[in-house]
């Protein structure tokens, strides 16, 4: 079946513009996640989903991310007036909540503020 | 705040050896442990899952966990160049998923 897929694979913004990330889950997997990961560094936890429980927003480095996700699929993760130091890979995943509950990844999209 | 630790590297082992990568956590009534792979520039990819004290083999790859030590490692035998890349290690906690920095393994033919 058809993994986690992302889009778009590579965006490049100017500074102060904002950008929507989108995720598309495996079929099934109620739990998804978004990570940024900065070059040479480790993941980075954003944003959890389950279900239609209230979202674990613990990770958002400020008030300028937000996520959400429509019919418990595919979400979209926005940044609003964009900064250099946003840029990164962002990584969404997602899994079962219950063993195996291994989080399957998806390519990613690497985002570049200038 | 959970903490999932590893050294971050690099470890250098010779093409044929063991290599020995271990994780440290603190969430005492963490529930899964897992061992990621990440080449450079490309997602992380699970090598192996374990949620019981003792080891777990899986062909070159063996996952040991030790709960009451709050410490999971990974060992790969017969460690080849195509295994260099970093290796993530991550904990779950009820729905609280927590990732290590990595270590970066460098396997010298």
């Known amino acids: 079946g058809a993994g986690v897929s992302q889009s778009p694979s590579n965006k490049v913004t100017e500074k102060g513009k904002d950008v929507e990330l989108r995720c598309d889950p495996i079929s099934g997997h109620t739990a998804l996640y978004w990570y940024r990961q900065s070059l040479g560094q480790g993941l980075e936890f954003l944003i959890y989903f389950q279900g239609n429980s209230a979202p674990d927003k613990s990770g958002l480095p400020s008030d300028r991310f937000s996520a959400e996700r429509t019919g418990g699929s595919v979400s979209t993760l926005t940044i609003q007036r964009t900064q250099q130091e946003d840029s990164a890979v962002y990584l969404c995943?997602?899994?079962?909540?219950?063993?195996?509950?291994?989080?399957?990844f998806g390519p990613g999209t690497r985002l570049t503020v200038l | 705040q959970k903490e999932v630790e590893q050294n971050s590297g690099p470890l250098s082992v010779p093409e044929g050896a063991i290599a020995s990568l271990n994780c440290t956590y603190s969430d005492r009534g963490s529930q899964s442990f897992f061992w990621y792979r990440q080449y450079s520039g490309k997602s992380p990819e699970l090598i192996m899952s374990i949620y019981s004290n003792g080891d777990k083999e899986d062909g070159r790859f063996t996952a040991q966990l030790n709960k009451a030590s709050q410490y999971v490692s990974l060992l790969i035998r017969d460690s080849q160049p195509s295994d260099s890349a970093t290796y993530l290690c991550a904990v779950r906690f009820n729905n609280d998923m927590r990732f290590g920095a990595g270590t970066r393994l460098t396997v010298k033919p």
């Open positions: 995943a997602s899994s079962l909540v219950v063993p195996p509950d291994t989080q399957y």
